[in-house]
């Protein structure tokens, strides 16, 4: 038992799982398919999967994190996520984003990808956790739900700003940012070190000196950086909507 009441629920990935699961696949002979799927069945598996996470973490009230339609790191790298242009996403994903703004307290900023929203409400108010599936939750210092073990931890920054620091070298292939060429992830943490030990200064100049290994810039493993920043409260302002492009500490 916790005594955090509000859950921030990555809803793009329950969405895509509802979605993708309701359709079905008809074969009509002769080599013809044809797939379909029912929106009051979304509709009510949707319905279904928020309120189990609800059970499941105990949480009395729910905020619905969506993605928005537009992205502010294509600003920084045009490439960011274009490999997903040309996949097919299931049936209703939009339109089931649309009702549950009607059904939910949903909440999609523009330009912001979900994860975004899950860090500003997350790393804003200290009575909430957020419950999500990506990897990406560890670089935020918030209050985390351990899906495997069923309990909330608090990720420190320390250890938040550890695995930024190990995004922006290896990068995400899912999101075609590409990190610093040739490390991957037991290289980056062998590197790094374990995470905790190091302030955030250390970890960028060891980034840094990683990317020039390679005949890259600082500037270079900036622009990783910042499509691998997680957005917290203090990188966005919510009356203009601007997002704060982070950067990097200044030397000791």
């Known amino acids: 038992m916790h005594n955090l009441q509000t859950v ?44 189990s996470i609800m059970d499941t973490t105990e949480a009395s009230h729910a905020i619905l994190a969506f993605t928005s339609p ?4 294509k600003t920084i790298l045009p490439t960011y996520k274009e490999n997903r242009a040309k996949v097919r996403r299931p049936m209703h994903l939009a339109r089931l984003r649309d009702w549950a703004k009607d ?20 790393t804003k108010d200290p009575d909430t956790f957020v419950y999500s599936a990506d990897k990406d939750m560890r670089t935020l210092p918030a209050n ?12 420190d920054e320390r250890i938040a700003d550890w695995y930024f620091m190990m995004q922006t070298l290896t990068g995400d292939p899912t ?19 374990e995470p ?3 302030s955030l200064e250390e970890l960028w100049s060891i980034v840094v000196g990683a990317f020039e290994s390679k ?37 000791a």
């Open 70 to 73: 537009d992205n502010f790191r």
């Open 175 to 193: 999101d075609n940012y590409k990190g610093c060429p040739s490390i991957g992830p037991k290289r980056a943490q062998d590197l790094l070190g």
């Open 196 to 198: 905790g030990l190091r």
């Open 103 to 122: 059904e939910f307290n949903v909440h999609i900023y523009p330009s912001l990808e979900g994860d975004d929203v899950l860090g500003i409400l997350s």
């Open 144 to 155: 985390l739900w351990a899906q495997d073990d069923g309990f909330v931890y608090q990720n």
């Open 8 to 51: 921030l629920i990555d809803a793009d990935i329950t969405a895509y799982q509802v979605c993708a699961t309701a359709e079905v696949e008809v074969d009509w002979g002769d080599d013809v398919w044809t797939l379909h799927s029912d929106f009051k069945d979304v509709k009510r598996e949707f319905k279904t999967a928020i309120e």
């Open 215 to 251: 005949g890259l810039t600082a500037d270079d493993a900036l622009t990783q950086a910042r499509c691998a920043r997680i957005l917290r409260h203090t990188d966005w302002n919510p009356f203009t909507g601007e997002v704060a492009l982070w950067q990097p500490p200044s030397p």
